[in-house]
């Protein structure tokens, strides 16, 4: 069965400190892994897309990486801002974007 | 940035009921897609829609739902009779092109549905 593991679940962390975000995935075939950051009560918005060739993704102050040998992915925050408080959520996808398999996502607080 | 609208924010219905999701997907997308988000649950994939036609659809996306694209530019989630497990936010995505596997797929805002 295809699962998709984050962890951890939650996380509390210090405005200005960096931290790592980290999954799992069972997903086969594999297509690609994104992850995206979920606001409360808001739809999900995108930040990385990683197929199975990439290793590394920037986006501003998001960083992901994949292993696909190991079948891990982690996305690590830099210089976090209060308005980094959301979920963060991993989608690995097989051979159609749109039937993906979800993680449960890690809930990020930054406090000041 | 462009962006995918679904209306109405909110709807709350009796149980048996039939409801309208709609959604403007971005307007040169091609491929359409429902996800659902029960409460504390992790988004569950509904249905995928491309040339008019259901591509892809979960175990959830049973005989009660229907996806439609009426004109050239909503796109709706019709339930048929409402239950009570169908209260979750609904949400519409979109993207551009078929067969892209890095294609940035966009979200709209969500509609909450409560079924009372």
């Known amino acids: 069965k295809n699962q998709v593991e984050q962890s951890p679940q939650s996380l509390i962390i210090l405005e200005g400190k960096n931290c790592t975000l980290q999954?799992?995935?069972?997903?086969?075939?594999?297509?690609?892994l994104r992850w995206y950051k979920q606001d409360t009560g808001r739809g999900p918005v995108s930040l990385t897309i990683?197929?199975?060739?990439?290793n590394t993704k920037s986006n501003g102050r998001y960083t992901a990486t994949l292993d696909a040998d190991t079948k891990q992915s982690s996305l690590h925050i830099t210089a976090s801002q209060l308005s980094d408080s959301a979920s963060y959520i991993c989608?690995?996808?097989?051979?159609?974007?749109?039937?993906?398999?979800f993680g449960d996502g890690t809930t990020l607080t930054v406090k000041p | 940035e462009p962006e995918v609208t679904q209306t109405p924010s909110h709807q709350v219905t009796q149980m048996g009921q039939e409801v309208i999701l709609r959604c403007v997907p971005i307007s040169n997308h091609l491929y359409f897609y429902w996800y659902r988000q029960i409460l504390g649950q992790k988004v569950e994939f509904l249905v995928s829609f491309y040339n008019n036609e259901i591509s892809e659809k979960s175990e959830i996306f049973d005989d009660q739902f229907s996806v439609e694209r009426p004109d050239g530019s909503n796109f709706t989630l019709k339930i048929r009779s409402t239950k009570l497990e169908d209260s979750a936010m609904y949400f519409c995505?979109?993207?551009?092109?078929?067969?892209?596997?890095?294609?940035?797929?966009?979200f709209g805002s969500g509609t909450q549905l409560s079924v009372l």
């Open positions: 989608v690995v996808s097989g051979t159609n974007a749109g039937k993906s398999t």
């Open positions: 999954c799992n995935y069972t997903v086969s075939p594999f297509s690609n």
């Open positions: 995505a979109s993207r551009r092109a078929p067969g892209q596997h890095n294609e940035k797929l966009f």
């Open positions: 990683m197929t199975f060739s990439e």
